[in-house]
């Protein structure tokens, strides 16, 4: 969630990690600062609040610099003040860092070094950190020696960068479990916690491995393993294009991003449809593997958790392999019984989610078989679980998260046609599935096109003190998805559950001047659904239905009814009642004024437990 920057070269350095930094801010931060050499000293300008504030102490002092480090903080040790935003100094003023993450033994290195005469001006742990590093390099050791012996002694999970006035032809960096990418030019170098802030820069890029000290100066960057010796560099050239990290033309990310599906969906199929329709992807375990795994446990967080639970939904429909879902948090920390054939499957979009990346270390102890399913080229969910499948559905800025949620389910369905495909799984129609999956970008533009009927309802949506949002079977998890996004924009409070709980207890929240969003796709149980559709309108309830075309049963209950296409598979048509709900979300919390990309209190990437 916070955001490292960094740039040593020829141009105006602080101008430049400022510029980075801008393309950080989808990831959620609360103050910001940057340190520069200037005429052999370290500076330091750092601001609580959005970026404009930091942009007016550059501008009243604009500092010339060839080498500076900048950073976006999220407060977690010490609340969002100018002096708790980093960069922070060490004892001496010799040394100046950033810092990712939280480490975890900092309130007994800070007493420690207190007993021995230091005085901190903050409440964080990054300036324990600082400290640290600053007793190191009292030694007289090089600055990226100093860092390793510092890491050393550091708990927790975290990314820092760090400058010294001693060597000023450096910027140095290390990390562990947080990401930190550094971008390769010519007589010039960057740094950055994220992609996106290298894009407009460069295209070339080195993933920092966890416990690898980066040392970036004008003519190179060189990479020290956790034993100081010399470790590869392996460039990487990164695809996705600048454009694809803008707004495009929308006013909003999560606009953008809603529109972006029917292509994401085409691009997550990409290479992995052969001509003969079978389905098959690279990296991936034997049919052997795939054959004996008994059990699946998914693993995830927030969206990804959603998207876990339509993953259940197809692995036990369609194959009748028992799965498990888990919150991440939940998993680490509930002592989960796991099988010795089970496969866990991490979804992350970020590929940084801290809980996620803990539940994962959890199934590496215990030896069971990881499989990611991620966003993020080369972070670290991506590298660290067994193997990966990448979801490919390109940058997602806005932090509430649309175009991802598409893009897990259907890697979770061309999986479970997969695996059907190996394990010759009886009754399954794996080519009318396929033939589906194929079909789906084109269903999906049909769902988009219901924006004009929904923008009209959000005028009601956005009035309702409370909104219900219920399903059956597909339909009740792509509910919770609904509510969340409506939640996160909007900031409505909305009470989510299966179609058939509510008179278990939420009906006694239903009043004239409620609205409820129904989802109604699956024609099996679509009956059933009506039935409780009439229990909230007997009771002054709004219904909103999501149903298929088809559908002649529940517009004789609904006050308004969207339809989507009607798919072989009623989990697509499920799939697809999440384009509405992700765009009436999105105009409910634009009538409402709400600050869509970076709703408060939420951030990008949860690097933090
Ligand atoms: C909601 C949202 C979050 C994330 C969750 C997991 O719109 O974005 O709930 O889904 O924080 O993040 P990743 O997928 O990056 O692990």
Redesign the pocket.
Known sequence: MCGIAGYLGPRNAVETVFEQLKLLEYRGYDSAGIAFLQDGDIRILKRAGKLTELGKAVAEEMPEARLAIAHSRWATHGGPTDENAHPHYDQFQQVAIIHNGIIENYLELKERLAAEGHSFRSETDTEGAAHVIGREYEEGVPLEEAVRRAAGKLRGAYAFVVISKREPDKIVATRNASPLIVGLGEGEQFLASDIPALLPFTRRVVVVKEGEVAVLRREGVSLLDSAGKPAPIEPMEVQWDVAAAERGGYEHFMIKEIHEQPDVIRQCLLGRIDEAGRIRFENIFSDYVWTEIDRINIV?????YHAGLMGKHLFERLLRLPTDVFHSSEFRYGDPVLSEKSLAIF???????AD?LAALKLCQQRRIRTLGIVNVVGSSIARECDRTILTQAGPEIS???TK?YTAQVVVLSLLAFYLAQVREAPGVRVPEGVDELKRLSDMARAALALEEQVEPLSEKVAASPLVFFIGRAADAHVALEGA??LK?VAYIPTQESPAGEMKHGPLALVESGVVAIVGATDSKVRDKTVSNMMEIKARGGTLIALTTEDDETTCQVADHVLRLPKSRFDFFSALLSVIPMQLLAYHVARRRGCEIDQPRNLA???TVE
């Open positions: 995830a967080c927030g969206t990804a979804i992350s979009q970020s590929g940084e989610t996620s932090v509430a998260s991802a969340l996004k996160e990008k990437s949860v």
